[in-house]
């Protein structure tokens, strides 16, 4: 069974940083590219970044480029989402979500419960 | 940037046939996958490339597209089709997603 599980989120202040953690299990990691999507308060979905199987491509939304870094350990089975420079506007659930690998687009088939970004002073 | 429009809100009785559109500059050329958020709960992917069902989503659920406009269609709908339903396709190296529309039965 495919599971993601992120943790790392939680109250910080403005100018903070954090990592958020991304486990998977139940399929081969090193073989699917992955995602970060947020969904703040009272919004939609947003789709913040992704990472290539191997590292190799990296994409971001135009509305966090230079602060957020996604990363991937493929040995650990895990995906990385580093925010800098926080703002209130980055509070969100944060979820984790798996590509299906149909070339030419993104296809978010599996998806983690998301962890709580919150930024307050 | 690339926009998704979708309406805010769809409503309909229980038994009938919903329809949620995504609007979008040539959306006809793109792949189009469609989400269903329940309160709490993680996005689950309902459709995918325009009208593929993943394993397990009932054929109540399908998916269809015009030059300009994706559409979901959920047949004989049920009170557990509740949700925020999300359109979204890849562009020139970003995913993007509609604003959302949220499904009322009643």
């Known amino acids: 069974e495919v599971q993601l599980v992120e943790s790392g989120g939680g109250l910080l202040k403005p100018g903070g940083s954090l990592r958020l953690s991304c486990a998977a299990s139940?399929?081969?990691?090193?073989?699917?590219?992955m995602n970060w999507v947020r969904r703040a308060p009272g919004k939609g979905l947003e789709w913040v970044s992704a990472?290539?199987?191997?590292?190799?491509?990296?994409y971001y939304a135009e509305s966090v480029k230079g602060r957020f870094t996604i990363s991937r350990d493929n040995a650990k089975n895990s995906l990385y989402l580093q925010i800098n420079s926080l703002r209130a506007e980055d509070t969100a659930v944060y979820y984790c979500?798996?590509?299906?690998?149909?070339?030419?687009?993104?296809?978010?088939?599996?998806w983690g419960q998301g962890t709580l970004v919150t930024v307050s002073s | 940037s690339y926009e998704l429009t979708q309406p805010l809100s769809v409503s309909v009785a229980p038994g009938q046939t919903a329809r949620i559109t995504c609007g979008g500059n040539?959306?006809?050329?793109?792949?189009v996958h469609w989400y269903q958020q329940k309160p709490g709960q993680a996005p689950v992917l309902v459709i995918y490339?325009?009208?593929n069902r993943p394993s397990g989503i009932p054929e109540r659920f399908s998916g269809s597209k015009s030059e300009n406009t994706a559409t979901l269609t959920i047949s004989r709908a049920q009170p557990g089709d509740d949700a925020d339903y999300y359109c979204?396709?890849?562009?020139?190296?970003?995913?993007?997603f509609g604003g959302g529309t949220k499904l009322t039965v009643l």
């Open positions: 990472i290539s199987s191997s590292s190799g491509h990296i």
């Open positions: 490339k325009d009208r």
């Open positions: 979500a798996r590509d299906l690998g149909i070339a030419g687009t993104a296809t978010l088939d599996y």
């Open positions: 979204q396709l890849w562009d020139s190296g970003t995913a993007v």
């Open positions: 139940g399929f081969t990691f090193s073989t699917y590219s």
């Open positions: 040539n959306v006809g050329s793109k792949d």
